[in-house]
């Protein structure tokens, strides 16, 4: 027996180190095609920017960093992209704020978005588990478990074991090694990683889901005749930090805390969705962001 | 709980410590080899574990019976025979008769007003309700010594490794090893976790993959040309095979970890030379329970040559309708029958008992016509297996000679990309080879190279297949027959 357990231990040992090189062959962002597309235009990219915007697509539709520069004088890039997690976007930051090139020099505005839940079709896919190290894991079952949302527990937990042993992850990662990601070029990267939605409707005319997702919102606001109420209200909160509180639990208690709370666009005009501004909401909504953030630096000095 | 899951990957070494943990007391190693056999199915749905509970109950008190009574002998085994079909035909085929009545009805132009029940099949209910039924034939027949203990019967039935999908242990072989204590047997472990190895890597890299070709293959047929539908077709073959033996595999590995020997249940039936051999290396611990159970019964092929006909239809229909409650198992079962007889008339049926090629590296050339001849058949029934109804079975074989062009846009039509395809194909090539020279045992993965450097390279190899496509998303197809 002893024989036999010990050379399955030495087996398995073996087995994750193996792992643990492999994973050590991609970049922490290699789970996110759209965020290693940015990513790595950021590495050859020249330019420097001053301000970096992490979040989800209400991030990635929403926020215009020509515009922004336009108005605070501040060049940006946009991190943000679709369907992103809540502690996917930190860990991204996490990571950001560790690499030599970003460290301590930027301002960082993350979108403030509560915990999201890892639905189960995409339990077990490789980008709802790429980013469940032992550091957000851990968040995310202690966050899940206080509100005894204990599936959603479970499946941190899953995805933690399945991100740990690389389950579902190793001809992708090898995929990322040989072929690497397309270049980040075009409109996207001419907008500093700003691309609103009727945008990308425009340049994907037959693609369905963005076809199905306008015509319901048109059908919805059509039906009621009046403006609709969008869901985003809370999740168009920022918050600006400094490049040294890492975790979103740590923001609350931290520095440079600023609270963009208002949501003040309702008029149907400048939506594509529900969920989203078209490009004119996000000119509009760029400009209410802009406002407030001159007048906090103004009376921060 | 599937093998194929992050939890069974933690279940099993809790399971296999605490197990040997509690060796040296026989009993407390059998309560919880019980419990664990239960977490294991209750994890799946805990409501049907009264199911197992209960047939278990009543098989345990009718074998006791049967022992005690010389009168009315009979009547117990026929309550078993009832309580245990009885589950089934509730369960499995309520449906399915109500629905074949008004279908019938209707062709007289008669609508019955009937309610159809929304019954969730339990899993494995197809395999335990025959596990404990042999149990009570075998004590009615005088064949075996009912057990006294119920501690020991109940953790017959339920014994995690082939509860849900078999093999189909005679309480013969299976209830004396959990009667008697179990030793620590290093070889018989190290071949266990091979087999383990080996049945994920047929379930989880070749049987998921080919489903991913299958599914929108069948879902869509009418749009598929004839190399879509032909791959199709071949790949479900494949799949089913590497999906059930895989299933087998697991289960006859993780018993092995715990010192219980189950039969061999499948013997490389793709090299097969003939459908009579076919059935004697596919699904053995099922058509040897219909042989022993059904077909000898009836008279086998002791009989006149109209009975015997009558025995093999009998008996594939049976086989069929086992398999689900649609009339496409019953077809499959009716065809594969229709290949059967002509051996049984010419006397061939068995010509090929030995393992081909022996003690050969290579088939001859008959060999290799005998083995496609054998595998385009059975490819062809497994179309009707797969189909939702028999029209569409033959709408699927008219359209594969129909759209007689070959071209490669049918990876388009199913969303997957080129390298998809080499990846499963060169999967589908590593097997046969493995299980080519290792026909003349258990599993493919029996005779490793000598080498320990290309053995564990090996094993290093399958593991990370296997937890490329380990993701526990796919549930075993045979769960529902």
């Known amino acids: 027996m002893k024989k036999f357990l010990l050379e399955i231990l030495i087996f398995t040992a073996v087995l994750f180190v193996v792992l643990k090189a492999i994973k050590l062959m991609v970049p922490y962002y290699w789970g996110n095609k759209q965020v290693a597309q940015k990513m790595e235009f950021l590495k050859t990219s020249n330019k420097d920017f001053d301000a970096f915007f992490f979040g989800s697509s209400k991030t990635y539709r929403h926020i215009n960093p020509i515009l922004f520069e336009s108005k605070t004088g501040k060049s940006a890039f946009n991190l943000g992209a679709t369907g992103t997690f809540t502690l996917e976007v930190e860990y991204l930051m996490d990571n950001f704020l560790h690499t030599k090139k970003f460290y301590d020099k930027k301002d960082i505005y993350v979108q403030n978005i509560t915990y999201s839940f890892i639905g189960k079709k995409n339990l077990h896919s490789v980008r709802s588990n790429y980013y469940l190290d032992t550091k957000r894991a851990f968040r995310g079952i202690n966050y899940f478990t206080s509100r005894k949302e204990y599936t959603q527990a479970y499946y941190h937990l899953v995805g ?142 | 709980m599937l093998f194929n899951s992050i939890e069974f990957l933690l279940f099993l070494p809790i399971v296999f410590i605490i197990y040997w943990i509690l060796s040296k007391k026989l009993i407390l190693q059998n309560i919880f080899l019980l419990a664990a056999s239960y977490l294991f199915y209750g994890l799946w749905d805990y409501r049907f574990l009264s199911l197992i509970i209960f047939s278990s109950l009543v098989d345990y008190l009718i074998g006791l019976q049967l022992k005690k009574q010389v009168n009315g002998r009979k009547a117990l085994l026929f309550t078993s025979l009832f309580v245990n079909i009885g589950f089934l035909m509730v369960f499995k085929y309520f449906n399915f008769f109500i629905d074949s009545f008004v279908d019938f009805c ?40 009912p057990t006294k203990s119920m501690l020991n019967f109940f953790t017959y039935v339920a014994f995690f490794p082939q509860l849900v999908a078999g093999p189909i242990e005679r309480a013969i072989n299976l209830l004396p090893q959990i009667e008697n204590k179990r030793l620590f047997d290093y070889v018989k472990a190290k071949s266990g976790m091979r087999q383990i190895l080996w049945g994920l890597f047929k379930k989880v890299a070749i049987a998921d993959s080919c489903a991913a070709f299958v599914d929108p293959i069948f879902a869509d047929y009418t749009n598929f040309s004839s190399i879509g539908l032909i791959l199709g077709a071949v790949f479900f073959a494949i799949q089913i095979y590497c999906d059930f033996s895989g299933y087998s595999d697991i289960a006859i590995g993780v018993s092995k970890l715990l010192g219980i020997d189950l039969m061999q249940n499948f013997s490389f039936p793709y090299f097969s030379r003939d459908i009579a051999e076919f059935w004697r290396r596919w699904h053995i611990s099922l058509s040897t329970w219909f042989r022993d159970y059904v077909y000898i019964p009836l008279g086998g092929s002791k009989v006149s040559k109209i009975l015997q006909l009558r025995n093999i239809f009998v008996i594939f229909l ?66 009707f297996f797969r189909a939702n109804n028999i029209q569409e079975g033959f709408g699927y074989l008219e359209h594969m000679f129909k759209n007689m062009f070959f071209d490669n846009s049918f990876l388009n039509k199913v969303g997957l990309e080129t390298e998809n395809l080499y990846v499963v194909t060169f999967f589908i090539i590593v097997m046969f080879v493995f299980e080519w020279f290792n026909r003349a045992y258990s599993f493919g993965l029996y005779n490793m190279p000598k080498n320990k450097i290309s053995r564990y390279v090996l094993y290093l190899f399958l593991c990370l297949t296997i937890i490329q496509y380990l993701s526990g998303k796919n549930e075993f197809i045979y769960f529902q027959f």
């Not at chain 1, 048109?218 to 400094?242: A, G, H, M, R, Y």
């Not at chain 1, 802009?290 to 630096?297: D, G």
């Not at chain 2, 062709?107 to 404990?132: A, D, E, H, R, W």
Request: one cysteine or more.
């Open chain 2, 318 to 383: 049976v086989s069929g309708f086992w398999h689900g409650a649609n009339w496409t198992f019953v077809f499959w079962g009716f065809l594969h029958a229709l290949c059967y007889i002509p051996l049984i008339f010419l006397k061939r049926n068995r010509k090929n008992l030995d393992v081909i090629a022996q003690n050969k590296i290579f088939p001859n050339f008959v060999e290799v016509i005998q083995v496609f001849r054998m595998f385009v058949i059975v490819t062809f029934a497994w179309v």
């Open chain 1, 160 to 301: 933690f074991i399945e991100n740990q042993l690389c389950i579902g992850q190793v001809f992708d990662i090898f995929k990322y090694n040989i072929n690497g990601v397309l270049p980040l070029k075009g409109i996207i990267a001419q907008q500093n990683g700003f691309y609103p939605l009727d945008q990308s409707l425009k340049h994907s005319p037959n693609n369905k889901n963005l076809i199905k997702r306008n015509t319901d919102y048109l059908k919805l606001v059509e039906q009621n005749k009046q403006p609709i109420k969008t869901n985003q209200s809370k999740e168009l909160k920022l918050i600006k930090l400094k490049p040294i509180a890492f975790g979103l639990d740590d923001y609350s208690n931290s520095f440079n805390l600023w609270l963009i709370k208002n949501n003040p666009i309702s008029d149907p005009k400048y939506y594509f969705d529900r969920g989203h501004y078209n490009s004119l909401g996000a000119e509009k909504y760029m400009e209410e962001l802009s406002e407030i953030i001159n007048k906090r630096n103004k009376d921060k000095k």
């Open chain 2, 106 to 145: 209707s062709i007289f132009s008669y609508k019955p007003s009937v309610t159809t029940l929304n019954i969730v099949l339990p899993v494995g209910i197809s395999f335990y309700t025959f596990q404990t039924l042999s149990y009570s034939i075998d004590v009615y027949r005088n064949k075996l010594e």
